[in-house]
Structure formats: structure tokens, C-alpha cells
């Protein structure tokens, strides 16, 4: 009779560590380099989050250029960070390596109030303009922008006679 190596663990007394679940944001882009950390990335090469489980259960994201600079860095629920990572890896291009970790920090709640008020990433509207101006299905005599609402007082009112 032949005995399981977890049944002797389980007989001697030892318990072997329980699998820890990937958190709710893992999916694709994400990967986990080791325990407690995951990192998120839309390309090879690219601008990166890194996202570390703190001990209160929350998560805190730092947001790396391609050029290993640090860009952004916060903490955030787990139920945020699957939205916060792609709104700041939007952002990692048009933003400079900032002079401080104030600086970074307030990047990263700028970004993270964006995203909380649209409920869904916030991307560059300078990426997103470049995107639909080049797109071969939008007729070239549309504009880019969106057009400024007319203001009340100079819109003509129209009476009855």
C-alpha cells in the first residue's frame, strides 16, 4: 500500500500552501512575475503598470515608461485596477518623467478619478484623435473635434405670430 505525498503531509502534520485565486482584474495583458505581483503591458517594449497587493487587500500600481522611468504610482481597490491600468498605460507616451513622487501621485488620482467618474478607462484624446483621423471608414470632410455647444443666449428664438 502506497501512501500520497499529500497524505503525508496531511499525516506528519504540514499543510501545503493553498493556491491564492488571480485576482478579479487578471485577463489578458496581465501576467504575474511572482507572488503578490502582476503586471500589466499592451505590448512588448511598451509603457508597463505594476501592480503589487498591499496588506489592507487594496493594490498599489506603479506606472512605468518603456524607458524604466517612473511615470504614476498609487494604490486603488482590485476592483479598479482592471479599468486604471489600460487609462494609464493610455497616458505613459504624452507624459514626461515627473520631477517628483508628488508629481506622480497626483498623475495617478487625476487618472484614477477620470476612469471612477466615465466608469471605463480614459484614453489620450490626442491618440484617440490620431486614431479616427487616419481610420479609411471616416469620410474626410467630418471634423476631429467635436464642435462646442452654441451658447443659449446666441441661439435665434423662433415666435409665433
Known sequence: MTISNASALNRSGANPQAAVPDPPFAGPRWRQPRSGTWVYQDAP????????????????????????????????????????????????????????????????????????????????????????????????ALPTETPAPAPAAATPAHRRR
Open 45 to 140: 517594449g511598451a509603457a508597463h503598470v505594476q501592480a503589487v497587493l498591499l496588506d489592507d487587500g487594496n493594490w498599489f500600481l506603479d506606472l512605468w515608461s518603456a524607458q524604466s522611468r517612473l511615470l504614476a504610482c498609487g494604490s486603488a481597490p482590485a476592483s479598479e485596477v482592471a479599468a486604471l491600468a489600460p487609462a494609464l498605460t493610455a497616458n505613459a507616451a504624452r507624459w514626461a518623467p515627473p520631477s517628483g513622487l508628488d508629481s506622480s501621485r497626483r498623475r495617478f488620482t487625476a487618472t484614477a478619478e477620470a476612469v471612477r467618474a466615465h466608469g471605463r478607462p480614459v484614453p489620450d484624446n490626442a491618440r484617440v484623435r490620431a486614431a479616427t483621423a487616419a481610420s479609411p471608414a471616416r469620410p474626410s
